[in-house]
Antibody, heavy 128, light 111 residues
Framework: QVQLQESGPGLVKSSETLSLTCGVSGYSISRGYYWGWIRQPPGKGLEWIGSIFHSGRTYYNSPLKSRVTISVDTARNQFSLKLTSVTAADTAVYYC?????????????????????WGQGALVTVSS | QSALTQPASVSGSPGQSIAISCTGTSSDVGGYNFVSWYQQHPGKAPKLMIYDVSNRPSGVSDRFSGSKSGNTASLTISGLQAEDEAVYYCVSYTGSSTPVLFGGGTKLTVL
């Protein structure tokens, strides 16, 4: 059974960098799939942040692109999120997820087609 | 890219059927058969209900079905049950440098 678990500080000061890690069990990141981050501000909808392939290829949501870095550590079977210069607007529950991207051995769609396994989410609050 | 458009809320009585729409453009919903739907209960992580327009993952009730016509996808829930009350999100692949696009979410109320 594939399981994902977010970890990291729950409180970050304004203007500093938010860092989260997603540990994956039950599946080796090196085998494939995209792996992504999604966030949800309190009382609001879901927002895709970005996705990464085990090779390190990344895709980011345009509004966040200048502040986001997603990286992968295949040896530890985990991937990470860094969001710089945070403000109160970055306060949210942050989820990690797995994204299948191929429909066959030859038909693959970079970034991911859908999100099949999700972590439980981690609330990160940005304080002033 | 703008978020996919979903109605803010829908409602139905137990046993009835409802449909939730998800409208995009020819660059996302209309351009690919990669629309997915997620159910989110309060305080919980989203759960995949439909992928690739109309496919159900193992374990998802066959009361949930998906379809697409042009730039609009739909999630239909038949035989409404109290446990179906949740927020539902659609997602589409876009094929662009921002490949994953979410809808704004629809709150389903079971009366």
């Amino acid at each position: 059974q594939v399981q994902l678990q977010e970890s990291g500080p729950g409180l970050v000061k304004s203007s500093e960098t938010l860092s989260l890690t997603c540990g994956v069990s039950g599946y080796s990141i090196s085998r494939g799939y995209y792996w992504g981050w999604i966030r949800q501000p309190p009382g609001k909808g879901l927002e895709w942040i970005g996705s990464i392939f085990h090779s390190g290829r990344t895709y980011y949501n345009s509004p966040l692109k200048s502040r986001v870095t997603i990286s992968v550590d295949t040896a530890r079977n985990q991937f990470s999120l860094k969001l710089t210069s945070v403000t109160a607007a970055d306060t949210a529950v942050y989820y990690c997820a797995r994204l299948p991207h191929c429909t066959s051995r030859t038909a693959c769609y970079d970034g991911g087609r859908y999100l099949d396994y999700w972590g439980q989410g981690a609330l990160v609050t940005v304080s002033s | 890219q703008s978020a996919l458009t979903q109605p803010a809320s829908v409602s139905g009585s137990p046993g009835q059927s409802i449909a939730i729409s998800c409208t995009g453009t020819s660059s996302d919903v209309g351009g690919y058969n990669f629309v997915s739907w997620y159910q989110q209960h309060p305080g919980k992580a989203p759960k995949l209900m439909i992928y690739d327009v109309s496919n159900r993952p193992s374990g998802v009730s066959d009361r949930f079905s998906g379809s697409k016509s042009g730039n609009t996808a739909s999630l239909t829930i038949s035989g409404l049950q109290a446990e179906d009350e949740a927020v539902y999100y659609c997602v589409s692949y876009t094929g662009s440098s921002t490949p994953v696009l979410f809808g704004g979410g629809t709150k389903l109320t079971v009366l």
